[in-house]
């Protein structure tokens, strides 16, 4: 399966490097770039890519804004990507129900394989990230209580035990392996968890979890 990729980035030279990088891969096609936020979100609804490449500080409308309106309507996946590891960047990303977080020094060949696994469905959060994610979580004390949805209650046995799984960052294969179930059927499973809990990607979920201590 070809992945269609929109790339938004406001810096062209930037941006012709992501679209090198990107075209290098056979399984990958550039179906358009935009240079702002506003763009990326008029080309998402014409286009419909199967991911948008999303840089976060762009003039007209922030990365953090258009995430969360190309994911509101259902366009596309996206992947963020920054120069940035600021927690405003990462969680405002997060939240807005971005599916993955990469800085801009991440090598090419890591970069195709984040599209690539987020393309599957799967959640790519750049490993400095993560490591500010984990203190954060680790520290309870210096974050709000987050209030327990009432939807936590309508969710299955199961789908409890993909969530738990979840907060543990673990794949859709690490989760089918370890809960002995087919892969497909753990898809599903985070599918059905999304929709009940009002989510709109694995990664909200992930935080959902270790917010909770699920």
């Not at 970069?111 to 203190?135: K, N, Q, S, Y």
């Amino acid at each position: 399966m070809t992945i269609r990729v929109l790339v938004a980035e406001d810096q062209s030279s930037v941006r012709a490097g992501l679209v090198l990088i990107l075209g290098s891969a056979p399984d990958i096609e550039v179906a358009g770039e935009a240079a702002d936020g506003e763009e990326a979100v008029r080309l998402a609804r014409e286009l419909r890519p199967d991911l948008v490449l999303m840089d976060v500080q762009m003039p007209r409308l922030d990365g953090v804004s258009a995430t969360r309106q190309v994911v509101a309507e259902g366009l596309a996946d996206v992947l963020v990507l920054t120069t940035f590891d600021l927690d405003e960047y990462v969680f405002g990303a997060l939240r807005a129900g971005a599916a993955g977080f990469l800085l801009k020094n991440t090598e090419a060949r890591d970069l195709i394989e984040a599209v690539r696994t987020v393309a599957r469905g799967e959640g790519m959060i750049a490993p400095a990230v993560t490591r500010r994610l984990i203190a954060e979580f680790a520290a309870p004390a210096a974050r709000p209580a987050v209030r327990r949805p009432a939807a936590l209650d309508t969710l299955t046995r199961r789908e409890s035990e993909v969530l738990s799984c979840l907060g543990e960052g673990l794949s859709n294969a690490e989760i089918a392996e370890r809960l002995a179930m087919a892969e497909a059927t753990v898809k599903t499973h985070v599918s059905r968890l999304l929709g009940k809990l009002e989510l709109r990607s694995r990664v909200q979920a992930a935080v959902l979890a270790q917010e909770l201590g699920i």
